[in-house]
C-alpha cells in the first residue's frame, strides 16, 4: 500500500510503497477512510530542528497521521465486540499501559517513552495510507451513525478542544467571558464546545482572518473581534475590565500569547493549546494575579466519546477540505500557509472516487 511518511526532520513527507499490516494478538486492522492534516505535524516534524522532539523516542521514516477514523477490517487473535466493516474512530493517545497516569485512564499523559500515538514518531505508523495498525482494541471507538469520512478531525481537533474547555467549566458561570485566540480549525471546535457545553459564558473570537471571524459568528462566538489593541480594549469593555475568566490561545505565538496576558481575568484561566513556539510574558503583574496557566495535551479516552456523543447530537460540527493522498503535500502547505477551511483530511487512494477535485468541500460532520 502507498503511506505518506516522514522521511527525516525538517524535510518533506514522501509517499512511499509499505506491506499493509497484519493484525497480531489484541490488535484491530482499519481501513481508513480520512486522515487529518493537522499543525502539530508541521511543528513537531516538517519544521523541527534535526532529532527526535523531547518526549518522542523514534526516528524516522515512520507514516504520518495522527487524526483517523475508518472501518474495522480485522481482527487479531483474542480480540470480541467489534464487526468487520463497522465505522470506527481511533483514539491517538496509545498510552504504556503500566505507569501511573496511564492506569488511571490519563493516557494523554504517559510517562514513559514508548507509548506516543499513530504518526507521531513514538514507533507507530499513522494513518496516511490504506490501513492503519491499532496495537490494542480499547483504542478503537464505534462511530455509530456518524460516517468516518468526516469524522477523523473529532479525534483531535474535536478531542483537544474539549479537553481545554471542560478543565475550566466552574469558571464559565453567568456574567463570565470566554475568548478564543485563533478562529482556524482548532478555534472554530473549541467555541462550538463551549457553547455546547456552556450556556451563560459570553464567547468571544479573535482571529486576523475576516472569513474566519465570520466563520467563528456562525458556529456560535457572541462576538468576533480583529486581531489588536482595538480587539483587547473591546474585550475590557465587555468584561467590565476584569478581563476573561478563560482565554484559549489556539495560535500559541507571542502576539497572542501577549494578548492573552492582557485580557485574562484574576483568578482566570489561560490555556494554551496552539504550538506556534511563541513565550508568555510572566512577571508579578502579567499575567494578572493567581491566573492559572497551563498548557494542555490531547484528551482522555472518555472524553473522546463525549466528543462522539456530541458530534451525533449534532451539538458540535467541522468543515473539511478533501484531499487525496498524491496532494497530502499541497495540503501541508496551504495548511502552513492559513488557507484551508476547517480541517484537511486526506483520503487514501482506494478512496479516490470520493473526491472529484483536488480541494473538495463536504459537509461538517453531525
Known amino acids: 500500500m502507498r503511506a505518506l511518511q516522514l522521511v527525516g526532520r525538517r524535510r518533506p513527507p514522501e509517499l512511499r510503497e509499505v506491506p499493509v499490516p497484519e493484525p497480531g494478538p489484541g ?24 532529532g527526535p522532539p523531547p518526549g518522542l ?16 477490517e480485522r481482527l487479531g487473535p483474542g480480540v470480541t465486540g467489534f464487526t468487520p466493516g463497522e465505522p470506527a474512530i481511533v483514539y491517538g493517545c496509545w498510552g504504556c499501559g503500566v505507569c501511573p497516569d496511564c492506569r488511571q485512564g490519563r493516557e494523554n499523559y504517559r510517562r514513559t517513552l514508548g507509548g506516543q500515538g499513530p504518526g507521531l514518531g513514538g514507533g507507530h505508523d499513522g494513518g496516511m495510507a490504506e490501513y492503519l495498525l491499532v496495537p490494542g482494541s480499547r483504542y478503537v ?9 468526516q469524522a477523523a478531525p ?23 467571558a470566554a475568548v478564543v485566540s485563533g478562529a482556524g480549525g482548532l478555534g472554530q471546535m473549541t467555541i462550538q464546545i463551549l457553547r455546547a457545553l456552556t450556556t451563560a459564558t459570553t464567547v468571544v473570537a479573535v482571529d486576523t482572518d475576516a472569513g474566519r471571524l465570520e466563520t467563528a ?4 462566538a457572541d462576538e468576533a473581534l480583529p486581531s489588536g ?7 475590557k469593555d465587555l468584561t ?44 508579578f503583574t502579567s499575567p494578572p494575579h493567581e491566573c492559572s496557566v497551563a498548557s494542555p495535551y490531547w484528551a482522555t ?27 497530502a503535500r499541497e495540503a501541508y502547505q496551504l495548511l502552513h500557509d492559513g488557507k484551508i477551511h476547517g480541517r484537511a483530511v486526506i483520503t487514501p487512494p482506494r478512496m479516490s472516487t470520493d473526491v472529484n477535485a483536488t480541494r473538495t468541500h463536504r459537509r461538517p460532520v453531525g
Open 301 to 327: 479516552l472518555p472524553e473522546l466519546m463525549e466528543v462522539i456523543t456530541l458530534a451525533r447530537q449534532q451539538k458540535i460540527g467541522m468543515p473539511v477540505e478533501h484531499f487525496p493522498l498524491d496532494h
Open 154 to 176: 473529532l479525534s483531535d481537533a474535536g478531542l483537544t478542544s474539549c479537553h481545554a474547555v471542560k478543565r475550566s467549566l466552574h469558571l464559565l458561570g453567568p456574567g463570565s
Open 217 to 220: 459568528r456562525h458556529m456560535g
Open 240 to 283: 467590565g475590565q476584569q478581563g476573561a475568566e478563560l482565554v484559549l490561545d489556539m495560535v500559541g505565538i507571542d502576539p497572542t500569547l501577549r494578548m492573552a496576558a492582557q485580557v485574562a481575568s484574576v483568578l482566570g484561566h489561560l490555556t494554551i493549546v496552539g504550538l506556534g513556539g511563541g513565550a508568555l510574558p510572566v512577571d
Open 229 to 235: 489593541d482595538d480587539a483587547i480594549a473591546c474585550i
Open 141 to 149: 471507538i464505534p462511530l455509530g451513525t456518524l460516517d468516518p469520512r
Open 27 to 50: 490488535q484491530v486492522l482499519v481501513k481508513v477512510a480520512r486522515a487529518g492534516a493537522c499543525h502539530s505535524d508541521q511543528h513537531i516534524h516538517i519544521m523541527a530542528a534535526p
Open 57 to 72: 523516542a523514534t526516528e524516522p521514516p515512520f507514516t504520518l497521521g495522527h487524526e483517523n477514523a475508518g472501518w474495522v
